[in-house]
């Protein structure tokens, strides 16, 4: 049985004359999924028109509902920024000739319904700002180079079997990087070469550190969490270090990132990396009420109050 998160709670109500516009974020909202179209159809219409979304990948596979999907968060929210996750790279219809080159027809979408995919400034009338800056991303295998995020787990199946992407995915024969982790972040280096005149929040969909696959005790809130897979390394699957490398160029305040379906809030060496995800319907099973995402999290407020986001996984491992 599965169960279908209750309807989003509005944001917080606040003081008329304090207008200041707020930033934002969720990833994994899988809207093939008819309980996740339902959530995201029961966010308010009226309480983010001011606002901006940083929506982190995982959207779906399915070009149609893609594209219904952003089209119904643009008109949700003033400004939404995007990255495709590895679900959108998904090439199993054949409604493209391989990953990349959907990859490239996601961006087309994104230009048409007024989605951004490049850094986009949120400025106010008083001259406070923020960028906010997407770094496409894939993960780096440990067979594929240092950058990996592999750590070594007992009794796992290293082929991936189990793992959809090494089915429904097709990369073409890499001209300009080795590997699709590589290819990725040089898309991103023209945008982290240049100046920012503001704080900036970067997002990507993949994990950009190891120590965030992990839960912490205060994250777990004394719950005992299983494996439910215990064949499946995450790790081999999860992220590259060079996301963070670039994050770390980019000077940001804060990153967003989604992939695991675990939330996250921490802070390390100055940066806060966030993850607000809404995931899958079976991961809701045991979750008691508080620990349902409700809606997007508010990672930033330019009034300067930065805001409060998630820090309760999302599923039991
Ligand atoms: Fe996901
Ligand atoms: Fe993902």
Redesign the pocket.
Known sequence: MTRTPPSPLPPPLRDPAEQAPRVWAI??I?TDIKQNRTWLYALSKTAYLRDTLILA??VCDRLEILRDTLAHVRSLFSAVCYVP???ELWVRRRESPDSIAKFWQIRRLCQTLGIHTEPFKLSTMSGSGVWIVPLFSWYMQPEEGAGSLFVEKPGEDPTLSMWSDHHFTSWPPMVTAPTAAEFFLGLNEHHVNRAYDAPVISFS?FLPRTELIYSTPEERRGRVLTDPYPQFNFSRVAGCLGIDTQVRRLGAIIHIY????RNRNRVIDGVRYISH?L??PRERQHLSGDQFVQGPALIYDLSGVQGPAAHREVRSE
């Open positions: 990833s994994d899988h990948g995982d996750g590895n679900h969909h989604g992939h695991q379906h995800c995931g899958y």
